[in-house]
Every structure is written in structure tokens, then in C-alpha cells.
């Protein structure tokens, strides 16, 4: 620690806090255990009048680093916004005080219990430095647009409202993508009762029209390499490349059509009147309103029949197993171009389950009905072409029996593929000796296919999830990837149609422009937005294991010519797994490290045997785990008052050194709680819950080998919604410990 800190502690006494707890010992114990220079107490830190004396003591230098008690780290950060110092935060309020029980048989372990979360903040505090600039902060104000089709136009007209450049980069020789050759559109506006106009053309008009918008047609992306901020792209059209910089980017390829041809059941390619949804909107665009005629003789179309889920929805192989959400609907809207025309036209809807998203989809299948959409539920088991037309056979659902229906048309519900790119990923492999390592991807392997074709070593697109969508988590970071700056919107980033594709365009645009601000700054994106810190390392420890290269999510650590790690800050989120990869304990963050939480987990006075308190440490993430104590300790769960918790950004930045330290320290029990991992998974980092379980998953070794019960130490997915299973959790754990006794290293 630095002779130049100076060292400041402030007490809050709002909120109920002093009258459940002791503050004269607690600022005595800030004060003796915690070595703070200066400590004050004050009614209600939070409000003008403590947020003023914070500031002032600040300004008069007489604080570099500040230990704030009262209520949790979570709550009031706009009003304990300090520049310029250091701050840690102990949880008064939602960890001691609410989830205690207010008697006098519970007083002396609460105070305890709060005198340890004070000297905890204090010891940690110590260890912060505050945040330097890294020197790599650069603003680009252009967006990178990759695909000009519905999703991309709008994300580029997005990005140029906010007085932003946009560059559209697009593969075809025309802007419109797929909605380019859609006759109409599912409607977006009430009543949502007829097909409107897709507005393509108008779309395209705006972006022509822009000076803030520059377009590249034929064009495609042969390198991109860099950071946000400063991204360098090489844009190909032909024999030329021109390279640009981009402070983001945003991923727009789109999608194509499921290719039903290889599912011989349904007989497309046997005869030109089994189509599919794309291939009817040809037609449709091709009669503008009039008749619609059939390919194969110009006969205009009197009864056609639709088919649902055509190669979706199914286990079989070589099939999609997924929804692509915008079916059901665009044949709605198909059958009505048929009904609008000539409602003598039978128009059935052959489905299994019928599904009409979004705020409108009742409203239009209500209004098919009245056009007189005949809706079938039946399952088809063969369509065949004839001479004169084409046989669906089916077995009818409602009526259970088995039924052939001669059509004109037969129109075929495909499933959206996302067109992603490739999906290579560096990753970490297990080895005869139980070491790390890396899966260099081979540079050598052609890149056709590739979308972005990325500098990275994890490779050239951005990793896929199980059915080839681009990445992106739909409940907690939607568009995010795990390449920071580099955003998902449309049909890659899941199945939708256009009033969802034009939600995620404009969702996506604001991402990209953030991710330019926060790089500008030097500041972290989401879920640490705003955070300054970025790793740092000390070069004559490392071993080179290349443990920090390969585990990080987000690709935003690279190597040297001598092969030590370099850290690229603008790509990282600072979730701090590399740190807790790390085996030498190298890596560190200016206000995060090996040394912040270690220290406080140390801080904690420890009982002896005899007073029979065991102490329980909880090493909980930030994102969903400990708000779902501070929700329990909100709602009133008690729990024990014999745990100490100690939130970190993520489980993968746990460094098994704290395990070990913990239960030297004397902890009888430790518990980790991160997020959901999997595939459904809902870590904030992507993989630092996965890669924290499989470093648990060999703690038992050591734990039988120092003679302890695997038991001392457990982990657990936790969803922000647990706020009554985490009290259960740290109780368990509490039982647990009585019944298999103290941890001998206490002695």
C-alpha cells in the first residue's frame, strides 16, 4: 500500500441503521481494525448534505480513498459518484441489518456481523488504485453496416438521426435485401388488419438521400481488425480494397430460406406450383393486385393451400428445431392476397400449432377469418404433383381423420437460416496432464463463407449459438456479442419479422454509438459500462501458459512477439476471468484484484473453537446473485448472521488462491454464486460461470488431500429471481457446518 493514500471512512445512519446497530463501535472498528485517518458519521449519507461533506473532504485532499458504509453497492451510485478516489462500499443496510432478525438474542452476532462487513470495505479499499488512462482511447464517429437490407437500412438511417456517419457494406449490386422482393408486409400499425406496404423503396430513398450514409454495392469485407473505437476495415469490390476506420459495427446479414428440397415428402422441385413463402411473394409482386397465376401453365390460382413449420419445429436431422416466429403470420398475409383479389379464392392454412406474435398478430388472424382464411389444423404426411394440380394429404386434427385436398398452389412454410459466417472459436482442451491449452484457429483454412472475416484468434466470425444464430442473449444483453463493438440485429441474431427486425436495428444503432463514447472514454461497455479500469499484468511473473489468451470471452487479449499476453482495453469487459485464470496470480485490475478481495476476505474477525460461530464466505456475482440478496435482505429473508459475502464481477474472476486462503484464514464453509450457464445460459460474461464450476470441480481434490469435507465448499447458478433460495442456500450451508463441525485450520 502506497505511504501517499489517505484513508477516509464515512458512516451512514439512515434507513433504520442506527438504530439496529452500534455506530460508535462501528467507527471505532473503521477506525483501530480498519486504519482509517479520518471517519465520519452523518445522518443520511446519500442525501446533499452527506454527499457534500464526502466532496469536500475530497477536494481538500484530505481523502484519496474512501470506505462508504450504509446500504449496498447497488443502490444510490449516482449519489456516491466520486472522480478522482478510490471506493469500496460496506453493505449495511440490505446484508446486515434486513436480514436479521431486530431482538436482543440476535443484537451481539449482528453487530459482529456488520463490524466485519466495515473492516472488510476498509481492507479492501486499501488495495485500489484509482484508474489511469491505458493511452489506447480513440473516437470514431462512423458505424460499420454490414448488410444493406431492411434491418441494415434502418439501422444505418438510425445511426445518421443521431449525427453519426454510417457506412453500408453490401454483398448484392441493389439495397433491400429479402424485403426488397416482399410484395407487402405483416402490418406494424393499427388496426393491424391488412398487409401495408413494405416502405423498402422509401427506405432506400433515405439512405441514397444522406450525406451521413455512404454505400458500398458488390462489396464485401476481407479483413477487419482493431478495436472499438478504431476498428480498421478493408472493404473489397472487386479487384479494389479500400480500407476505412469504424469506432463499431453492426452485424445485418440477414438470413435465407430453409432449402426444402431435401425433404421429399413435401415435393417441391417435382412440380413449379410447390413454392415457398419467398417464391409467392414473387408472384404476388409480379400480379401487383391483380390475379396471381401459377408457375407452370399462368392458370390464375382458385384454391391454394398453405403448409406450417415445412423443415422447422422438428428433432429430425437436417432440420431446424426452432420457431422461425414469422411464418405463421406471412401466410396470413399471403392468403389474403389471394382474398383480396377474388374472396372466391379458397385459401386454407394447413397448421399444427398456430402462433400470431406481437401486439397485433390477434388482430390480423381475426381479420383473415373474415376474409374467409380457412385455418385447418392437420398434419401433413405428403404432398404430390399430378397433370393438373397438386394433392396435399394430411390427417385433419379436429376431425381425426385422414384427407387428400387438390390445389392449384401449395405454398411452403420454410424456416429462416442466419447467414452468420463461420463458427470457429478458439478454445481450451483438456490434456493428458490436466493442462489448459490453447487451440490456435489455423490461419491457413480458407475464409470462404466468413461475414466479417475478423482479425481475432478466436476467429474470423463471432461464435454461434446452438442453431448458427450469432450469439446475443435475448434477456440480458440483446445485440451484445462477444466481440465488444460489434453488435447483432436482425434474422442473424434470431427468427423475426420486420417490426421486430426494425426494433433490433434501432436497438443495435444505439449500441454501436454507445461502444464509440464508452472507447472515446476509455470506458468499459455493458454490464461494467462505465468502469475504467482494464487489465494489467507484471510481466516477470507470467509463465506464458496462455490460460488469461484462451479463457477470455471476448477476444480481447492477444500475444506479443515474445508471446506474453497483451491487452487490447477497449475489447474488454472487464469481467476479470483472465484474472482468475491466472495460475501466478499476475493480472489485476486497479480497483479489482487478487489483492482487494483477498485482503477483505482476510479482514474478518475469526472466532476461535470455542465460540462456536463459524464464519461462511459467499463469493457472489454481481449481476444476478447479489442482487438477489439484496432483494432477499429487502423482502426480509433472514439468513445467517455467521456469512460473509463479498460480490465479484463474475465467478470466472475467482481465483482458486482465495479458496485456499479462505479456508487457511479459518472459513468453515464457502459458497459461490454465479449466474445460469449452458446453453441457456444467462451469464452476463457469456462463459465465466462454465469455466468457474469446471475450476470448482478440482477443488475437491485439494479439499480431500488438506483433509476437509468436500462439502466446505459449494457452487450454485443463481438467477436474480432466487430471492428465496439464496437465504435457504447460506442456511443449508450454516446446518451443514454444524453438523460436520469446524474447520481444523480454525485451530
Request: charge should be negative; glycine fraction near 8%.
Amino acid at each position: 500500500m502506497a505511504a501517499n493514500k489517505k484513508l477516509g471512512a464515512y458512516i451512514c445512519k439512515g434507513c433504520g441503521i442506527a438504530d439496529r446497530l452500534d455506530i460508535g463501535q462501528l467507527e471505532s472498528t473503521a477506525k483501530s481494525d480498519g486504519k482509517m485517518g479520518l471517519v465520519k458519521q452523518h445522518e443520511f449519507l446519500c442525501n446533499q448534505d452527506g454527499v457534500k461533506m464526502i466532496q469536500a473532504d475530497i477536494d481538500a485532499g484530505e481523502v484519496t480513498h474512501i470506505m462508504i458504509a450504509g446500504c449496498s453497492k447497488r443502490a444510490k451510485t449516482d449519489a456516491f459518484n466520486f472522480e478522482s478516489v478510490a471506493m469500496s462500499r460496506a453493505n449495511l443496510r440490505e446484508g446486515v441489518i434486513w436480514v436479521r432478525p431486530d431482538d436482543d438474542d440476535a443484537q451481539e452476532t449482528t453487530q459482529e456481523m456488520a463490524d466485519d462487513y466495515i473492516r472488510m470495505a476498509c481492507a479492501e479499499v486499501k488495495f485500489m488504485t484509482v484508474p489511469a488512462s491505458s493511452g489506447e482511447q480513440e473516437r470514431t464517429p462512423n458505424v460499420l453496416v454490414v448488410g444493406g437490407g431492411f434491418t441494415g437500412l434502418t439501422a444505418a438511417i438510425e445511426v445518421a438521426k443521431a449525427g453519426y456517419s454510417a457506412t453500408i457494406v453490401e454483398k448484392n449490386e441493389v439495397l433491400g435485401g429479402a424485403a426488397a422482393n416482399m410484395y407487402k408486409r405483416i402490418p406494424n400499425r393499427s388496426p393491424y388488419a391488412d398487409p401495408q406496404d413494405t416502405g423498402v423503396d422509401e427506405l432506400i430513398k433515405q439512405v441514397q438521400d444522406n450525406d451521413k450514409i455512404n454505400i458500398h454495392l458488390n462489396s464485401t469485407l476481407a479483413k477487419i481488425s482493431g478495436a472499438p473505437g478504431r476498428f480498421d476495415a478493408d472493404i473489397s469490390s472487386g479487384e479494389n480494397t479500400e480500407t476505412k476506420k469504424f469506432g463499431s459495427i453492426i452485424q445485418a446479414s440477414g438470413a435465407t430460406a430453409y432449402d426444402v428440397s431435401q425433404l421429399a415428402k413435401f415435393g417441391q422441385g417435382k412440380s413449379p406450383d410447390i413454392i415457398d413463402q419467398m417464391g409467392l411473394e414473387t408472384l404476388a409482386k409480379q400480379a401487383n393486385g391483380g390475379a396471381i397465376k401459377r408457375p407452370s401453365d399462368g392458370k390464375e390460382v382458385k384454391n391454394v393451400v398453405f403448409v406450417q413449420c415445412v423443415g422447422q419445429r422438428s428433432t429430425e436431422l437436417g432440420q431446424l428445431s426452432y420457431c422461425s416466429g414469422h411464418c405463421c403470420l406471412t401466410s396470413v398475409k399471403q392468403a389474403m392476397y389471394f382474398k383480396d383479389n377474388n374472396p372466391e379464392i379458397d385459401a386454407m392454412v394447413l397448421y399444427t400449432e398456430l402462433r400470431m406474435p406481437g401486439a397485433g398478430g390477434e388482430d390480423f388472424y381475426r381479420n383473415g377469418q373474415q376474409k374467409g382464411v380457412t385455418f385447418t389444423k392437420g398434419s401433413v404426411s405428403e404432398v404430390t404433383a399430378g397433370s393438373e394440380n397438386v394433392t396435399v394429404k394430411f390427417k385433419d386434427l379436429i376431425l381425426n381423420e385422414d384427407v387428400s385436398y387438390d390445389a392449384d398452389l401449395v405454398v411452403l412454410a420454410t424456416g429462416m437460416i442466419p447467414n452468420s459466417g463461420i463458427n470457429i472459436e478458439s478454445v481450451a482442451k483438456d490434456t493428458d496432464d490436466d493442462d489448459k491449452k490453447p487451440v490456435e484457429v489455423d490461419e491457413s483454412l480458407p475464409r470462404k463463407g466468413s461475414i466479417l472475416n475478423l482479425d481475432y484468434r478466436q476467429g474470423p466470425d463471432m461464435p454461434q449459438l446452438v442453431s448458427g444464430f450469432t450469439d446475443s442473449h435475448f434477456i440480458c444483453f440483446p445485440y451484445e456479442t462477444r466481440r465488444t463493438g460489434i453488435y447483432a440485429a436482425g434474422p442473424v441474431r434470431r427468427p423475426m419479422d420486420m417490426a421486430q427486425a426494425s426494433e433490433d436495428a434501432t436497438g443495435a444503432a444505439l449500441k454501436a454509438i454507445q461502444a464509440i463514447e464508452n472507447a472515446a472514454l476509455g470506458r468499459a461497455a455493458h454490464p461494467r459500462s462505465g468502469d475504467l479500469s482494464f487489465p494489467i499484468f507484471r510481466k516477470e511473473g507470467c509463465t506464458q501458459c496462455k490460460r488469461c489468451t484462451v479463457e477470455c470471452p471476448f477476444g480481447a487479449i492477444n500475444e506479443d512477439e515474445q508471446r506474453y499476453p497483451l491487452f487490447n482495453e477497449s475489447r474488454c469487459r472487464r469481467c476479470g476471468t483472465c484474472m482468475g485464470a491466472c495460475p501466478v496470480r499476475v493480472i489485476s485490475f486497479e480497483n479489482y484484484s487478487v489483492d482487494t478481495v483477498g485482503q477483505a476476505l482476510k479482514a474478518v474477525d475469526m472466532p476461535d473453537e470455542f465460540d462456536e460461530k463459524p464464519r461462511i464466505l459467499v463469493l457472489a456475482c454481481e449481476n444476478d446473485a447479489y442482487p438477489a440478496l439484496d432483494m432477499a435482505g429487502m423482502t426480509k429473508q433472514q439468513y445467517s448472521a455467521y456469512v460473509r459475502i463479498i460480490p465479484v464481477r463474475c465467478l470466472g474472476s475467482v481465483n482458486t488462491i482465495w479458496i485456499s486462503d479462505a479456508l487457511n484464514s479459518g472459513y468453515d464453509g464457502i459458497i459461490l454464486m454465479g449466474c445460469q450457464k449452458g446453453e441457456d445460459y444467462q451469464c452476463h460474461f457469456v462463459k465465466g460461470s462454465e469455466m468457474a464450476h469446471e475450476r470448482m470441480s478440482k477443488i475437491g481434490d485439494t479439499l480431500e488431500q488438506l483433509n476437509l469435507e468436500k462439502e466446505r465448499v459449494q457452487t450454485y447458478e443463481i438467477a436474480i429471481t432466487d430471492i428465496h433460495r439464496v437465504p435457504k442456500i447460506i442456511n443449508d450451508m450454516a446446518a451443514t457446518i454444524e453438523e460436520i463441525g469446524m474447520n481444523p485450520f480454525k485451530f
